[in-house]
């Protein structure tokens, strides 16, 4: 059954990045088959699989220390939106993600859903319990404006709970099922609300309209269909 909602909800890009530019050099290859951007203190590791269609951007991963070598787990691991051609960071993102083509993160998931004409992606970091961070970006030229999706999608979910069932919960994406963004702006993807370690959870299939005007981003849940 679909939900109509009782009102619409809008919001404007009021965490709105615009980073920028840290130049870095070209990515190369790493014996691993990945590719590395930079040297030193300053290198930063794609991460497999978020490469826009366009083969020009991507995610990757990095620390103040640089990347760790042989099998050392990485601390205070920072994810990033760069230019692949030239290493160029774009955007600070919010997850914590990081492989090194030997090891990854223990319990964290990220995703890059691109746009077709790779100038606009949506961000789902997730740790065990939560999304740190669901985000769309837009790109623009060095720079990447965020509009916060979590801030917009999970108040407008946690009202469709009864009051009692509202506390201790955790709104988390749905890393295995599609999330996908079009030419058009349409975000659809599915995210649920629950008690972790709970038997239980409240999961919705969304859809979220972003435009850009005037340099200025914002969004609006269209709808929200319960899944049961």
Not at 108 to 130: G, H, K
Not at 194 to 205: A, H, I, L, M, Q
């Amino acid at each position: 059954m679909r939900y109509a909602l009782a009102f619409p909800v809008a919001l404007i890009a009021l965490h709105i990045q615009s980073v920028a530019a840290a130049h870095a050099q070209g990515c190369v290859a790493d014996q691993h088959g990945g590719l590395v951007c930079g040297e030193g203190k300053a290198a930063m590791r794609v991460i497999a699989d978020t490469t826009s269609p366009s083969n020009s951007y991507a995610f990757a991963w990095r620390t103040a220390q640089g990347l760790p070598s042989g099998s050392d787990t990485p601390n205070d691991v920072e994810n990033v939106l760069i230019r692949v051609t030239d290493g160029v960071v774009l955007a600070t993102l919010g997850g914590k993600y990081w492989e090194t083509g030997e090891m990854r993160a223990n319990r964290y998931e990220l995703i890059a859903a691109w746009s077709p004409d790779s100038q606009a992606v949506i961000e789902v970091a997730n740790s065990r319990w939560d999304s740190d961070s669901f985000a769309y970006y837009r790109i623009d030229g060095a720079t990447a404006t965020k509009l916060d999706l979590r801030a917009l999608v999970e108040p407008v979910m946690t009202a469709r709970l009864p009051p009692r069932n509202r506390q201790d919960i955790s709104f988390r994406v749905h890393e295995d099922l599609p999330v996908t963004l079009d030419a058009r702006g349409r975000v659809r993807f599915t995210a649920m609300l629950y008690v972790p370690k709970g038997e239980t959870s409240n999961d919705y299939k969304v859809q979220v309209n972003v435009r850009a005007r005037g340099g200025k981003l914002s969004a609006q849940v269209v709808s929200m269909q319960r899944v049961r």
